[in-house]
């Protein structure tokens, strides 16, 4: 009776094995609820994109986002074989598209031409000349660019009186867009010291998500935004897809920075936003090298546009 009952108890026990063998070794490897490397997954509704990328090209990804958004992406030939090899993995959750390319873009030159209610284009560039086409925009689709108003012709003249005038509005018209306006009309100014003291102002005590993307887009046109400014910011509890902007801008400029990387831990972890625990945790992930990797690169910091 004993010898049967261990007889049935092989036989079960082979198919069983077999099974086993027979189950693809990636399979057993794959943690519950974890997408596959490669996986590229890109929707928008109107200008809110969300993304899911695992171990993608960073091309690929921009040609996806190109396509979904209908924005036309050129990007200059000598970068393309770099873009190429640069492995993105990242998740957004519903943000507008212009941040969804300044995250995948940290640390790089880019200009993004901002149509009536979404992104027309984004060149990124090396600064020598050729250029190719990723995502061929569809000319059916094409928006007409808005002529900038001519100044009035009492304007002042005076280039340090019209910079004062700007620095004034940016920081205390009560008006959101028109802060948001003088801000961006900043950029044209060549008082650097100006320009900065006012950044720093509006870092400092600014609350309009529009003003203070305004604000961010001039930060990253410049070269001495001092660390310390961008990491209040980012610790703040203001809006959390500018924070999250901001927090590129912080790893591109001080990536070696003990007091980042411990910013960035903390926000990980428990900061309030979404967006700002997800920039915090891509942001690490590239900083910190996974076991057998070298040294993480040093993202490169992005140089001024004029």
């Known amino acids: 009776m004993r010898s049967g009952v261990r007889g049935l108890v092989a036989r079960a026990v082979v198919p069983l094995v077999l099974l086993m063998l027979c189950v693809p070794a990636a399979a057993m490897g794959q943690a519950p609820g974890t997408a596959p490397p490669g996986t590229l997954k890109v929707s928008a509704s109107g200008d809110l994109v969300t993304l899911e990328a695992v171990d993608v090209p960073l091309d690929q990804v921009l040609r996806k986002l190109g396509e979904v958004l209908r924005t036309r992406i050129v990007i200059e030939t000598v970068l393309g074989r770099d873009l190429g090899k640069t492995r993105v993995t990242r998740n957004f959750n519903a943000i507008p598209s212009d941040q969804a390319f300044r995250r995948l873009l940290v640390g790089r030159n880019y200009a993004l031409m901002q149509g009536k ?3 027309d284009e984004l060149r990124v560039f090396d600064g020598t000349t050729g250029s190719r086409e990723l995502a061929p925009p569809d000319r059916t689709l094409a ?3 808005r002529p900038r108003p001519a100044p009035p012709a009492d304007a002042p003249q ?3 009186a019209e910079a004062a005038r700007l620095r004034q509005t940016a920081l205390s018209a009560s008006d959101a867009s028109e802060r948001r306006q003088a801000m961006e009309e900043l950029s044209s ?4 010291k100006l320009i900065r003291d006012t950044l720093l102002q509006a870092l400092a005590r600014e ?11 001039l930060v990253a046109r410049q070269d ?16 959390g897809s500018t924070r999250a902007i901001a927090l590129d801008h912080l790893v591109a400029q001080t990536p070696d920075d003990p ?3 411990t910013l960035l831990r903390s926000l990980a972890s428990s900061d309030a936003n979404q967006d700002v625990r997800e920039a915090a945790s891509n942001a ?13 690169p040093v993202p490169a910091r992005r140089g001024r546009r004029q």
Do not use: I, M, W, Y
């Not at 001495?224 to 809006?239: E, H, I, K």
């Not at 992930?285 to 040294?295: A, M, R, V, Y």
């Open 224 to 239: 001495d935004v001092p660390a310390d400014a961008l990491r209040n910011f980012v610790a703040s509890d203001r809006d």
């Open 117 to 119: 209610d979404h992104v």
């Open 284 to 296: 690490l992930e590239s900083l910190e090298p996974k076991d057998g990797d070298g040294p993480a």
């Open 158 to 160: 005076d280039e340090a």
């Open 189 to 192: 100014v060549s008082d650097e």
């Open 207 to 217: 609350c309009d998500t529009d003003v203070l993307q305004a604000v961010l887009s």
């Open 259 to 261: 007091a980042t990387r």
């Open 143 to 145: 928006r007409p660019t």
